[in-house]
Structure formats: C-alpha cells, structure tokens
C-alpha cells in the first residue's frame, strides 16, 4: 500500500512539474508577452520606453518569431498568429500586435517582398513548381 502512495505521488509530482515546464517554456503567445510587459495605449498597440532593438530582444528571448524583418523604420516579427512590428516612438518604442494578414496589410512597404504570399497575403508556403524539392 505504501508503495503505491509513493509511486502515485512521483507520478502526480512528475505530471505537474512537465504542465509547468510546458507553460514556462513560451507556450503562451507574443501578445500575452507584450500585454503583461508594456503599455497599452490603444487596441493592438502597446508602448516601451527602449528602442526598438532593445523590445525586439526582449520579446524574442520569450517567444522565438517564424521570421524577423529589420527596417531602419521598424522591426517585425512574424509569428504564427500574429504579426508584431516594434517602430521607434521618441526615445522609447510603439509595438503593434496584429493577426497576421492586418500585419502584412499594414507593414506590406517593409515585409512584403519578404513575407508576401499568394494575392498579397501572408503565406508560410515556400514550395516551388512540379518537382522542386522532391
């Protein structure tokens, strides 16, 4: 009987240590990031007293990006669900997070070679014709 107490409560004790292991390595999104760290100061927009390169650290030490774009006028992370352009706003930083087709809409002058897709919309597609990669 006693046995089994132990070897229930290793198994309980294993179960919450990996939940809290998954929910502390960045399983959240950017945007839960950015609400909890920065200012809001309007739907979607949020404001940091550092620069630019300063923020985009920040949020990329949490939440790894799909890809990055740098601008002299901005940087731009491309997440899966969202898009997070982080532009200088006098000494500090204005940081827009939005879905991730808004995002390509509005940043399409700095991402839209990079991060353009089929009729303009953000895409992760990266195939090719009849044959390519196979």
Do not use: C, N
Not at 13 to 19: E, I, P, Q, W
Not at 23 to 38: E, P, V
Not at 70 to 82: N, T, V
């Amino acid at each position: 009987m006693r046995r089994a107490l132990i070897g229930g409560s290793l198994i309980a004790g294993l179960g919450v240590a990996v939940t809290l292991i998954a929910l502390l390595a960045g399983g959240s999104s950017a945007q839960s990031f950015i609400k909890s760290h920065y200012s809001r100061i309007g739907v979607g927009t949020y404001r940091s007293p550092y620069p630019p390169a300063v923020v985009a650290r920040q949020i990329v030490k949490k939440k790894k990006p799909y890809d990055r774009a740098y601008d002299p006028s901005g940087i731009f992370l491309r997440y899966r669900s969202e898009v997070v352009g982080i532009l200088p706003d006098g000494r500090g930083s204005r940081i827009t997070v939005e879905d991730p087709d808004r995002g390509y809409r509005h940043y399409h002058s700095y991402v839209g070679g990079r991060w353009g897709g089929y009729h303009g919309h953000i895409s992760t597609f990266r195939g090719g014709g009849p044959g390519s990669g196979k």
